[in-house]
C-alpha cells in the first residue's frame, strides 16, 4: 500500500514527449504554477544532466520535474538536494532494488567490481529578489533497457534489475510519496535529519575525482560533514571537502555498503 502524498502530485501534467521536463516545469512555475505540480513525460528529445551534460530519455522512461516553492531561504536549497536524493533512492528500494547513493545525488545499483547508474537528480532554482520562487525538482529513472544505446555500459534499469516488467505508474506514485517524505523531512528539520540518513545509504569503498581550486584531488568517499559537503579521503590521510560540483567516481575500492534490503518488488 503506497502513502498518499498530501501536496507533490496535487497538479500533474502528462506527457508523451517534450525537450525536457526541467524546462517545462520551469515555463509553468513562471507563469505561476503551483507548490506540488509535476510534469512528467514518457521520453524527453532534450533531457539535461548537470553542467549541460545529456540525459538519455527513451520512450518508456521515467522523467519528472515538480515545482516546489519550499520556505528555505536561498542558501538551503543545494543541501535540499540531498533529501530528494535519499527519496529517489527509497522509491527505487522500495520497487525490490537495492540502490546506493553517490554524491550529490545519483542513484547506483553495485555490482561485483562496479556500479551502474539507475537514476540522476537535477535541481534547479527560480529566485526573485533574494528570495526562492520556486525549486525544480527533475528526476529520471531508468526503466527498461529499451533506447537507452551507449549508456548501457554505465547504466542500469529497473527492469533489469528486478528481472520482470515494471509497472511504471507504481513507481511514479512511490517517487512521490518518498520524495514529499524527505522535502517535507528537510524544511521541518534540516540537515540533521537528512545526513545520517544520507550515511545510511551511501555507496562505500568509492574513489573518486574532482577538482578543487584548480587542484586535483583523489581520494576515498568518507560521507557528508554537517553542512552536505563531500568529504574524500586522500591517500595521505587528509580529508578534503567538496562543497559544490562534480565528482567522478574512478573506482570502488571495494563493495563494501552491506547487503541493502529490498522491499516489496514494483
Ligand atoms: C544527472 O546528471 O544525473 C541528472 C539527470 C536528471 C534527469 C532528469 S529527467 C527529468 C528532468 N528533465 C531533465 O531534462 N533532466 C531531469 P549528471 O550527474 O550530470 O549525469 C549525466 C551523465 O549520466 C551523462 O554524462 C552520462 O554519462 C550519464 N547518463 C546519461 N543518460 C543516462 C541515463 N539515462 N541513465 C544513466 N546514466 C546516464
Not at 47 to 57: A, F, I, K, M
Not at 79 to 94: F, N, S, V
Amino acid at each position: 500500500m503506497i502513502k498518499k502524498t498530501t501536496w507533490l502530485g496535487s497538479q500533474r501534467i502528462d506527457l508523451e514527449s517534450c525537450s525536457s521536463t526541467n524546462d517545462e516545469a520551469a515555463r509553468l512555475a513562471r507563469a505561476g504554477a503551483s507548490h506540488g505540480t509535476v510534469v512528467i513525460s514518457e521520453s524527453q528529445t532534450a533531457g539535461r544532466g548537470r553542467d549541460g551534460r545529456v540525459w538519455r530519455s527513451p520512450p518508456g522512461g521515467l522523467y519528472l520535474s515538480a515545482i516546489v516553492r519550499p520556505p528555505l531561504a536561498i542558501a538551503a536549497v543545494p543541501p535540499m538536494t540531498l533529501a530528494i536524493g535519499i527519496g529517489a533512492c527509497d522509491a527505487i528500494r522500495a520497487c525490490g532494488v537495492g540502490g546506493v547513493l553517490k554524491w550529490p545525488n545519483d542513484v547506483l545499483v553495485e555490482y561485483e567490481g562496479g556500479a551502474k547508474k539507475l537514476a540522476g537528480v537535477l535541481v534547479e532554482s527560480q529566485s526573485q529578489a533574494g528570495r526562492v520562487d520556486a525549486v525544480i525538482v527533475g528526476i529520471g529513472i531508468n526503466v527498461s533497457e529499451v533506447g537507452m544505446g551507449e549508456v548501457s555500459t554505465v547504466a542500469t534499469n529497473l527492469e533489469r534489475e528486478v528481472g520482470e516488467p515494471v509497472e511504471r505508474e507504481l513507481v511514479i506514485q512511490r517517487l512521490l510519496a518518498h520524495v514529499e517524505r524527505w522535502i517535507d523531512r528537510y524544511t521541518a528539520i534540516g540537515l540533521s535529519a537528512v545526513i545520517p540518513a544520507w550515511h545510511e545509504r551511501m555507496a562505500h569503498g568509492l574513489v573518486a575525482r574532482t577538482t578543487i581550486d584548480g587542484e586535483l584531488v583523489i581520494g576515498e568517499v568518507a560521507g557528508l560533514d554537517p553542512d552536505g559537503s563531500l568529504m574524500l579521503r586522500d591517500d595521505q590521510g587528509k580529508v578534503r571537502r567538496i562543497h559544490s560540483g562534480d565528482v567522478e567516481v574512478l573506482r570502488p575500492t571495494a563493495i563494501g555498503s552491506g547487503p541493502v534490503a529490498p522491499a516489496n518488488a514494483c
